[in-house]
Each structure stands twice: as structure tokens, then as C-alpha cells.
């Protein structure tokens, strides 16, 4: 059922769908397709390509510079589009990595277009969607750039509780976490040593621990201080559009 999956879970946040709108998401779901963990689906510069709607599994996207380094962007759950704004671009600025084996549905730019044609606040509730995603990428710039790295580890791992809670794939006890620590390295700017070193310390101060793929919250509300986790900047207040 269309109305239960991770997308209209998301943006159902800001835009409470009706049926009609809900039939004009249910076309898009067309074109299923699966990739595996590991291998690009989007290449940086590509060009003539298609977005998709993540609907199981996590991926990355990620810029890889000239010397073989590479700092992730974000990470997309079920339910983000992926290369959403490289369709519209005509060019893709990064690639897009599976991080676990993922099911997308492929959206052609013309078929996008037409159900925003159709339905406006279908297109109203894509663009907030978008907007949110821009606003974690600037806490994300802030992760990078001012936060100490027990402080920056706390927020990123607060921040995907509450992504993964709003699509019904976490909550305040925790959450599944396929990322590795070089996963978390190449996001967060730290070696793969100092990402072991900061979740030990978290660990050990009673606040949080991920162990064999699983991020258990041990003190919620003692790590939301610890990081100054505001979550207000993600937008999941309930529909402002009814």
C-alpha cells in the first residue's frame, strides 16, 4: 500500500496527501530496480540519467577528489530521493553509492514533472522534503567545521534516529545501522582510528553504544545535551498543508 510506505511517511510530515494525490505517487512507483551493495548507480558528471525513490536499504552520496579521497555528503534512507537534484541539473555534481543491497523505484524527469503538474502540493511537499535535506546538510557543514568529534559523532547519530524514526525505522531506544566505521570516517571528517576511539568514549560515558549493527541509545536525553541536538531544523512538527 502506497499510503504505508517510507516516502508518504516523510512527506505526509509536512503535506497530509489525499487519494488523489496519493494515486499520482502510486504511478510513480513504476519502474523497480536493485543494486548492489557496493557499485555506483549515479557517477559523478553523468549525465542523462533518472532520480529514484529509495524504498529499501541505505546509500551514500559522496564526492571523491582527485587523490583518491572521498568526503560523503549524506546518507539516504528509505524514502529520500536519490539524484533528485542531479536530474534537474542535467549533470550530477557526486555519485551515489549503495551502502547496503537497496530496492529503488526509477522516476524518468518527465514523469516527475507530469504528478507535480497534476498535483501542486505533491510538488509543495517534494520541495519541503528538499529544503529539509539542505537544512541537515548545513548541520552537517557545522559537524565538520565546528564541532569537537565526540560532539559531532553524538549529533550525526541523534540526527539519524530521528530521520529513521519519522519513516516507522527507529526511535529513542534506537536504531539498525549498516555503516561502518569508514563509513562514518569519510563522513565526518576523522580517521577510521579516531571514529573507534570517539564511539568508545561515548560508550564508556554511558550515553550510547553501536555494536554488531545497531545504534542503542543508553541516555537519550544526556546525549542530545552532550551534542546541543536541537532537532527543530528537521521540520517534523505534523502536516502544515491539510
Known amino acids: 500500500m502506497i499510503d504505508n510506505t517510507p516516502l508518504v511517511r516523510k512527506i505526509g510530515a509536512f503535506v497530509a496527501l489525499s487519494d488523489p494525490e496519493l494515486s499520482v505517487l502510486a504511478s510513480l512507483h513504476k519502474r523497480r530496480r536493485t543494486f548492489v551493495a557496493g557499485r555506483d548507480l549515479v557517477h559523478q558528471g553523468q549525465t542523462e540519467q ?52 537497496i530496492e529503488v523505484t526509477e522516476v524518468l524527469v518527465a514523469d516527475l514533472l507530469d504528478a507535480f503538474t497534476q498535483t501542486p502540493r505533491l510538488a509543495t511537499a517534494v520541495l519541503w522534503a528538499a529544503s529539509r535535506d539542505e537544512a541537515m546538510v548545513v548541520e552537517h557543514l557545522v559537524d565538520v567545521g565546528r564541532r569537537n568529534a565526540g560532539e559531532r559523532m553524538a549529533h550525526f547519530l541523534l540526527e539519524f534516529g530521528a530521520r529513521l524514526a519519522l519513516v516507522g525505522l527507529g526511535n529513542k531506544d534506537g536504531y539498525a545501522c549498516p555503516l561502518t566505521q569508514y563509513h562514518l570516517a569519510d563522513a565526518l571528517g576523522l580517521s ?15 550515553m550510547v553504544t553501536f555494536r554488531d549493527g545497531f545504534v542503542a541509545f543508553d541516555d537519550y536525553d544526556q546525549l542530545v545535551k ?5 532537532p527543530s531544523y528537521m521540520d517534523h512538527k505534523g502536516p502544515i498543508l491539510r
Open 226 to 230: 552532550f551534542a546541543q541536538f536541537d
Open 192 to 206: 577510521a582510528v579516531h571514529v573507534n576511539r570517539v564511539l568508545r568514549q561515548l560508550r564508556e560515558a554511558g
Open 50 to 101: 533518472a532520480a529514484y525513490i529509495l524504498a529499501s536499504g541505505w546509500a551514500c552520496s559522496y564526492k571523491l577528489l582527485s587523490d583518491g579521497q572521498r568526503q560523503i555528503v549524506d546518507f539516504q534512507i528509505p524514502g529520500d530521493f536519490l539524484g533528485l537534484r542531479s536530474v534537474l541539473l542535467h549533470v550530477s555534481d557526486h555519485s551515489i553509492e549503495p551502502v547496503t543491497d
